[in-house]
């Protein structure tokens, strides 16, 4: 199900999202851009999406808000290369990046498959996002960020 500001949009299409979502090429896809953008933006290379979420995550972990063991949740995770922005993140303030958890959430089992092939040590589960704090057994306050 798509949603826009918090609100759920219910189209015909759906189906195709979702068969399109669900396709092993579009994870395969997802993953070679991603994995392109990552190298790109390690080397000094701004990739504005990456830019962003690095700049609302590092002050959180220089000012010890995020403190060591930090656990985050990304639901509609995709191929989970947000899992690797945040090593990043990490290293670049001098933290070491195997000092957080990371949880990824995607209604695509292709595309979990695929975070979990990529991005080792982290939590992926395919789920339905709506559900999550049911489905998964997650309590509220249980992830920092």
């Given at each position: 199900m798509a949603s826009s500001g918090?609100?759920?949009?219910?189209?015909?299409?759906?189906?195709?999202?979702?068969?399109?979502?669900?396709?092993?090429?579009?994870?395969?896809?997802?993953?070679?851009?991603?994995?392109?953008?990552?190298?790109?933006?390690?080397e000094g290379k701004p990739v504005a999406p990456f830019d962003a979420y690095a700049g609302l995550v590092k002050p959180k972990i220089v000012s010890a808000e995020l403190e060591v063991g930090a656990s985050f949740l990304e639901v509609g995770c995709g191929a989970g290369y947000y899992s690797a922005v945040t090593a990043v993140t990490y290293r670049a303030t001098g933290h070491r990046a195997d000092r957080f958890h990371y949880c990824g959430v995607d209604r695509s089992e292709e595309m979990i498959e695929m975070a979990r092939t990529l991005w080792h040590?982290?939590?992926?589960h395919a789920a339905n996002g709506e559900r999550l704090f049911e489905d998964l057994y997650f309590r509220p306050g249980k992830f920092d960020l």
């Open positions: 918090h609100e759920a949009i219910e189209s015909a299409d759906e189906r195709l999202w979702h068969a399109a979502w669900d396709d092993p090429a579009t994870a395969q896809a997802q993953a070679a851009l991603a994995l392109r953008e990552l190298a790109d933006w390690v040590g982290h939590t992926w």
